[in-house]
């Protein structure tokens, strides 16, 4: 089993930076790639940022390209998603999730095996 734990999220003012982090455990613990999604209140939850754990290339939701950056520290098991300029949209619970196997596309949460509880994230105007 995997466990995932994120933090990092909160209360912001609109043009606010967070830092999200999740911090994987576990024995199974050996993914291809981590990947971030989001769920606001009675939308679906959805792609926001992935990475290659190997080799750290990223992918990312065109609604964060320009001002978020994922990344990831192999040596603490941890993936990070650095989200600039902020704004009342972005709120949502954010889920980092770990895939065991390459996903034939990583924007499909169902490519994904642990998922984390989850951080929640919001911003006001």
């Known amino acids: 089993q995997v466990q995932l734990l994120e933090s990092g999220g909160g209360l912001v003012q609109t043009g606010d930076s967070l830092r999200l982090s999740c911090v994987a455990s576990g024995q199974s613990f050996k993914p291809y790639a981590m990947g971030w999604f989001r769920q606001a209140p009675g939308k679906e939850r959805e792609f926001v940022a992935a990475?290659?754990?190997?080799?750290?290339?990223?992918r990312y939701a065109n609604f964060v390209k320009d001002r978020s950056t994922i990344s990831r520290d192999n040596a603490k098991n941890t993936v990070y998603l650095q989200m600039n300029t902020l704004k009342p949209e972005d709120t949502a619970r954010y889920y980092c999730?770990?895939?065991?196997?390459?996903?034939?596309?990583?924007?499909?949460?169902?490519?994904?095996?642990?998922w984390g509880q989850g951080t929640q994230v919001t911003v006001s105007s």
């Open positions: 999730a770990v895939a065991a196997q390459r996903p034939w596309k990583y924007e499909n949460s169902d490519q994904y095996d642990y």
């Open positions: 990475i290659n754990w190997s080799i750290g290339s990223t």
